[in-house]
C-alpha cells in the first residue's frame, strides 16, 4: 500500500497544502511545533479513522475554523488506485468518511483496508505505562488483519459499558434487591462469555506467532546480545489454564471467575473481569538475566524495544493480511532515533530499507546523510515551516 498524494485543508496549523510522496522514504524534518507530526496525524485518520494520538476531531480542527478536510489517494499491491476523503464539521460534531466517493456506514469494514503502523514519541508508554496503552496498541494490530476480532472487541465493549452503567448506579442509587441486580449482572455475563473467550483465544494465538517476529527485529538492531520476551497475563491463566488451553475450558473457568468475583464488583461499582482487564509483559535477557522492561530498563533499551516492537508489527501485519493485493502496511515514524546512539540509529537506518513506504519526522536535517547512504536517491525530504510543506530534494 502507498500514499501517493494528500491535501489539508484547515487540519490544526495547516491551512490548505498539497504534497506528493516517494514510495520509498518521505523525509519530513523542521523545528518543534511546526507540523510535522499534524501530517502524520492526518494520514492515519485516513487509515484508522482517527487520530494515533487519541485527539478528537475538534482538537484537530484549525482555530477559528468550522471544519476541515483531509484526502488521500492511496495504490495497492494490484496497483488499483483508491481516494479517501475524511471530513469533520464544528458545529454538528460529524465526521464523514468517503471511499471513492461513496460514503463508509460501517466503519468496521473499513480498519484494515490502508494497513498502517505508527511509531512516535508516545508509545515509550507501551513499555512505561499500564496494560491499558498495551492492549490498545495490540488491539489494534489485530483488527487491522481480522474485522472478526474487531467485531467482538466493540461487541465486547458495548456490553461492558451497559454492565458497567447498571453497577454504577445501583451503587448510587440502590434501586434494584441484591436477588434482582445479580440477575441482571448474570444476563451480561452470558455475552462478556460469548465475546471474552474469543478475545481471549484471538490474543493467546496472536501472542504465539508475534514472538518470532519480535526476536527477529531485535536480531536486526541489537545482535543477539538482548532476547526479548513477551507473555499475556490474564486472571483466567492464574487459575492453572496454558497459554493453548481448549474452548469449553475457557468458557468455564471464566464463568467460574465471573461467579466468584460478582459480589467484589457490585461493591465497587465496576466490571472487575475480562479481557479489559488484561495485560502483555514485557521483559529482556541480557547477559543471561532476564528482566522486566517496564521496571529495569534503561531508557535507551525502552526506546529499542519499541522500536523493534513496531518493525515487528510491520512484518506480522504484512504476512497476516486478509486481502493479499492490500499491499504492505505504511510505517509512520516520528521522531523514531531520539534517545539511540550513533550505532543504532546508522544500524535501524540500514534496515529501513527493507520495509515499505516511509514517512520519517525529525528536527535533525543531518539525519538525511545517513539515510541517504541507503536509500540513494529514492527519498523526498519536505520541510515544514508552520503549516506549511516545502519539497526541498
Known amino acids: 500500500m502507498l500514499l501517493e498524494n494528500l491535501r489539508l485543508h484547515n487540519f490544526k496549523n495547516y491551512k490548505s497544502s498539497s504534497l506528493t510522496f516517494s514510495p520509498n522514504l518521505n523525509f519530513i524534518f523542521g523545528e518543534n511545533g511546526n507540523g510535522k507530526t499534524n501530517l502524520l496525524e492526518s494520514i492515519s485518520m485516513l487509515c484508522y479513522t482517527k487520530s494515533f494520538l487519541q485527539n478528537s476531531e475538534n482538537e484537530c480542527l484549525k482555530y477559528g475554523e468550522e471544519g476541515f478536510e483531509i484526502s488521500g489517494q492511496f495504490k495497492n499491491a494490484a496497483d488499483s ?62 483488527s487491522q488483519i481480522s474485522r472478526v476480532y474487531l467485531r467482538d472487541l466493540r461487541s465486547l465493549n458495548r456490553v461492558l459499558k451497559q454492565k458497567n452503567s447498571l453497577l454504577k448506579s445501583n451503587l448510587v442509587n440502590k434501586r434494584y434487591s441484591k436477588t434482582e441486580l445479580r440477575d441482571m449482572i448474570a444476563l451480561w455475563n452470558d455475552e462478556i462469555i460469548e465475546y471474552g473467550v474469543k478475545i481471549l483465544i484471538r490474543r493467546l494465538d496472536f501472542i504465539e506467532g508475534f514472538r518470532d517476529y519480535l526476536l527477529e527485529s531485535f536480531n536486526k538492531i541489537v545482535g543477539s546480545s538482548y532476547i526479548p520476551v513477551i507473555n499475556y497475563e490474564s486472571d483466567l491463566l492464574e487459575m492453572g489454564l496454558s497459554e493453548t488451553p481448549d474452548f469449553d475450558l475457557i468458557r468455564s473457568s471464566f464463568r ?14 465496576i466490571s472487575m473481569v475480562g479481557p479489559q482487564r488484561d495485560n502483555y509483559v514485557f521483559r529482556m535477557k541480557k547477559d543471561g538475566e532476564l528482566f522486566d522492561v517496564r521496571i529495569f530498563a534503561s531508557q535507551g533499551e525502552h526506546k529499542t524495544f519499541v522500536v523493534a516492537l513496531k518493525l515487528s508489527e510491520f512484518e506480522y501485519i504484512n504476512d497476516n493480511l486478509e486481502n493479499s493485493n492490500t499491499g504492505k502496511p505504511i510505517l509512520l515514524l516520528d521522531d523514531v532515533f531520539s534517545e539511540l546512539d550513533k550505532k543504532r540509529i546508522k544500524k535501524i537506518s540500514g534496515i529501513l530499507t527493507d520495509y515499505n513506504q516511509i514517512f520519517l519526522t525529525t528536527t535533525d536535517y543531518d539525519y538525511l546523510n545517513i539515510l541517504r547512504d541507503n536509500f540513494k536517491s529514492n527519498f523526498g525530504a519536505y520541510q515544514i515551516i508552520n503549516g506549511e510543506p516545502q519539497f526541498v530534494n
Open 81 to 142: 488506485l483508491n481516494k479517501i476523503k475524511l471530513t469533520y464539521k464544528n458545529d454538528t460534531n460529524e465526521k464523514e468518511i468517503f471511499y471513492d466517493n461513496e460514503k463508509v456506514t460501517a466503519k468496521n469494514e473499513f480498519i484494515g483496508k490502508f494497513p498502517l503502523v505508527v511509531l512516535s514519541p508516545k508509545d515509550t508508554k507501551l513499555t512505561t505505562g499500564s496494560p491499558q496503552e498495551r492492549r490498545r496498541n495490540f488491539d489494534l494490530l489485530i
Open 256 to 269: 467460574e471467575l465471573l461467579d466468584r468475583k460478582m459480589d467484589f464488583e457490585i461493591s465497587r461499582g
